[in-house]
């Protein structure tokens, strides 16, 4: 083994090599070229440290017998490393020559294909030249050709041009109509092939022709038209029908304007007997008669379509033409007509007027395909196509008549939109407040009879939501179903306004008028019940606990609402709970349906503010009625003298008569809320709310025990009571009840939170006030959150003199933490209305005058 002085030396060696240090993938890639199987040696590790590998062969001083042996092994190591380098040296020497000699190679190799691929370009340029010269001559010739083939063509239709032109004239002349359509169809593309050449006078001259041909043609054929369908004309050739129909044929040629002017002409003509019957002044033109309108239209159509049906071609729809003209002369005529005589219309006859014509838009829907509306004066307007997809038909239709349907999600069948919806029915629009004025007529009429409607006086024969909510609804939805398909603009914001206004009177005049008023409904036979009971338990009371009863009697009857009352306002609570749900429905269906103009005017809000108000105070009522019938019991249990109660019995009579009272009104509460589990919780929740700190009120007034006597077994009787009424009052939902359904987690809180604090105070009270400090400590130890006040109340239980309570209220004050001397001010500042300002030494100024308060308001 090596000693300290050759590892020093060792180390001062390596500190003057300079080591190198190689990465891993490099060293791998070193010995993946090398393949050298002996790399796993220590000599070839890159981390290879001399000191180790020496300690590593000479582990001790006996191996240090071999070290010649050693040596000379590494010699010859190095001496065939120093051969393999040698030999790697000189195959190196000519490596540079080979790599000059490949370069001149690839560069003799890249000049003779740049010579190959210039001689190739020369050869094809040669070869192109030639191309053109053989071609030269063809090209010529092809030209040739071409202007040839174009003169030929051009000289036969010169030929067809004057041949035809002459011929055509003669076979007007004669009105051979068949026999001029197919030459007039070639003469007038030759015509046209012709325009090219207009400044040439002879092609000029033959155009010239050709136009006044067309001319003569049209003034012709209206002439013969107005010969056969005018009456009256004498001394004329009357054409055949066959004739007119090829007349309309060569019409078809001649310029769209001859064929627009006709067809106007002729249907002017056939509606010109509907325009004199149905004159304004004629008694058949009112709405009541409207049917027979469509029925004029019905006939003349079908009698049209007998006689001259086949005159005119399919592609110029005749019959729809007539219709389309019929509905804007009818739409003017009505226009003018219920304007002139608006106050003859009533909701009636206009909703019949718009029912019968809705039918028959219907009918043309299906009948025609409304193409002749779509071109010029025929168009219809965005408006107009959006208006046309919310009309629909109201009155019952035959099966004749009935249009192609489709039906929405609400089950309203409506038409399929067509061209010609609201093409008659847009004349009814401006006249749609008769409607709506008359829908708020008959919703003042249905209030009415929801008021003179009597409540079935049997509680069983009631429902939980009055009929009449139903009622009223379910007129809203088949007002708003009827104004959907007459208009979803403004008459449908207006019934909106309507909705909102009865959706009032029937909160007001049906529900907030029915809710029963307080009276003095407290019969002597349940007082002398209650009293009963509570003079049984109350033997062992001294004669004053008689007297306090006799004076309780005398007290006079409680305000309270019967049991009929009671079931009246759970029903008027649940009917405000459905118009509260049924109205946000409403609200939403009527922002689908209204026109986008108006989605943002709509807002039911207002509305479901007054049934929130209504349920609230509902529950309010039914609150302080299940109070009001507690509160003789707390009367009783404030009056009792318990600090003569010589021994703790079962629970005292006035809990008996607390929990006799609950399961008498309970179960006919959650009866009737058994529809609004979620407001009868509400209930429970705002009644212990309430009872809770008006229990401790009434503790607070008890005199448990006294300085001279130590007796707390009126505290311990009281302590029960208190108890008893907490597990009463956690099961206060369930009371009554054969299935026994868990209280909410919150409602057990409040119940819990607030009767511990109930059973605190009277432990406080059972505690001796002496030692002072105890006292105080324990008070707030089990009171926390009480104030100077609610210490002086307790004081008072234990029926301490108020000048025996003044030490006291000191330590508290010093022992108190400060937010409870900031509750205590705050609150005698609340309840007396008195201002405690800031003063310099802090709280106590203000402590100084919450005494003066405190002697002023409180009983000696």
Not at 64 to 80: F, P, R, T, W
Not at 486 to 515: H, T
Request: hydrophobic content about 40%.
């Amino acid at each position: 083994m090596l000693g300290a002085q050759d590892d020093l030396d060792s180390g001062q060696g390596e500190s003057r090599i300079a080591t190198i240090v190689l990465t891993s993938d490099v060293q791998a890639a070193i010995d993946q070229v090398l393949q050298n199987p002996g790399a796993s040696s220590p000599l070839d590790q890159p981390d290879f440290n001399t000191t180790d590998y020496i300690n590593q062969l000479f582990p001790n001083e006996q191996s240090l017998s071999n070290i010649d042996d050693v040596i000379a092994k590494m010699e010859c190591e190095v001496g065939v490393i120093d051969d393999n380098i040698r030999s790697v040296v000189r195959g190196q020497t000519n490596t540079g020559q080979d790599g000059r000699k490949a370069l001149e190679d690839a560069q003799r190799t890249i000049m003779q294909l740049s010579s190959q691929i210039t001689e190739i370009k020369t050869r094809a340029e040669k070869t192109e030249d030639m191309v053109k010269e053989i071609t030269r001559d063809i090209k010529q010739l092809d030209s040739a050709k071409k202007n040839l083939t174009s003169a030929i063509t051009t000289l036969n239709h010169l030929h067809m041009l004057v041949g035809g032109v002459e011929s055509l004239t003669k076979l007007a002349e004669k009105r051979l109509y068949g026999e001029v359509l197919n030459p007039l169809q070639a003469i007038t593309e030759v015509n046209h092939h012709f325009q090219q050449f207009s400044e040439v006078a002879h092609i000029k001259t033959l155009s010239d022709k050709v136009a006044q041909i067309h001319a003569e043609l049209a003034t012709q054929i209206t002439e013969d038209f107005k010969n056969v369908f005018t009456p009256g004309q004498q001394n004329t050739v009357k054409m055949s029908l066959s004739q007119l129909a090829d007349a309309c044929r060569v019409v078809s040629v001649l310029e769209p304007k001859v064929k627009r002017d006709l067809l106007k002409w002729f249907i002017n003509l056939q509606l010109q007997e509907y325009v004199q019957l149905f004159h304004e002044n004629q008694d058949i033109a009112w709405l009541d008669k409207i049917d027979k309108r469509y029925a004029w239209i019905k006939r003349h159509l079908l009698d049209f379509e007998d006689k001259f049906g086949k005159i005119f071609p399919l592609d110029w729809e005749v019959s729809e033409r007539i219709t389309v003209q019929f509905c804007h002369t009818t739409h003017e005529q009505l226009t003018k007509l219920m304007a002139r005589r608006r106050v003859e219309i009533d909701v009636k006859l206009l909703l019949y007027a718009i029912g019968k014509t809705t039918a028959f838009e219907a009918l043309l829907a299906k009948r025609f395909t409304g193409i002749t509306l779509q071109d010029g004066s025929g168009a219809k307007s965005p408006a107009h196509e959006a208006s046309a997809r919310l009309h629909a038909a109201r009155m019952p239709q035959s099966s004749s008549e009935s249009p192609a349907q489709s039906e929405t999600e609400e089950g309203i069948v409506k038409p399929v939109a067509s061209p010609f919806t609201d093409l008659i029915g847009s004349c009814f629009k401006p006249h749609l407040d008769i409607y709506t004025d008359s829908i708020d007529k008959n919703l003042a009429e249905l209030i009415e009879q929801f008021l003179q409607a009597k409540v079935p006086a049997d509680p069983v024969a009631r429902t939980t939501v009055f009929p009449s909510c139903a009622d009223l609804f379910v007129f809203y939805k088949k007002c708003m179903v009827q104004c959907v398909q007459l208009s979803n603009g403004k008459p449908m914001y207006d019934l909106a306004m309507i909705f909102k206004k009865y959706l009032r009177e029937y909160a007001a005049k049906i529900l907030e008028s029915r809710i029963p008023k307080l009276t003095t409904s407290y019969t002597p036979s349940s007082i002398s019940t209650s009293m009963s009971l509570l003079t049984r338990d109350l033997q062992n009371l001294s004669t004053a606990a008689g007297q306090v009863i006799h004076s309780f009697l005398k007290e006079g009857e409680v305000a309270r609402f019967t049991k009929e009352e009671i079931i009246t306002i759970c029903c008027i609570l649940t009917t405000a709970e459905y118009c509260l749900e049924t109205v946000q429905q409403l609200e939403d269906k009527l922002k689908e349906k209204v026109d986008a103009a108006f989605t943002e005017k709509i807002d039911l809000g207002e509305e479901k503010d007054v049934y929130h108000r209504i349920i609230s105070n509902c529950i309010q009522y039914l609150v302080q009625d299940l109070e009001t019938g507690c509160e003789p019991a707390l009367i009783v249990m404030s009056k009792i003298q318990w600090q003569t109660i010589s021994n703790v019995g079962d629970q005292s009579t006035f809990v008996n008569s607390i929990i006799s009272h609950f399961k008498q009104t309970i179960p006919t509460i959650r009866d009737n809320l058994a529809t609004s589990r979620k407001y009868y919780i509400q209930f429970c929740h705002k009644f212990v709310n309430s009872f809770i700190p008006k229990y401790i009120n009434h503790l607070y007034k008890c005199r448990l025990t006294s300085v001279q006597d130590s007796n707390v077994l009126g505290c311990e009787q009281l302590l029960l009571d208190t108890h008893s009424l907490k597990t009463v009052l956690l099961d206060l939902p369930s009371i009554g009840s054969q299935v026994n359904r868990k209280a909410p987690a919150s409602f057990t809180k409040i119940v819990i939170k607030g009767m511990t604090k109930a059973e605190m105070i009277i432990k406080v009270v059972m505690a001796p006030v002496i030692p002072a400090n105890v006292f105080t400590e324990q008070f707030l130890k089990l009171l926390p959150d009480s104030t100077l006040v609610e210490f002086h109340k307790v004081l008072d239980m234990k029926g301490m003199r108020r000048v025996d309570q003044a030490q006291l209220a000191e330590l508290f004050k010093r022992t108190a933490p400060k937010e409870n001397l900031s509750l205590a001010l705050d609150a005698v500042s609340s309840s007396t209305g008195a201002k405690l300002p800031d003063s310099p030494d802090g709280d106590k100024g203000r402590i100084k005058k919450l005494e003066k308060l405190i002697k002023k308001r409180l009983p000696n």
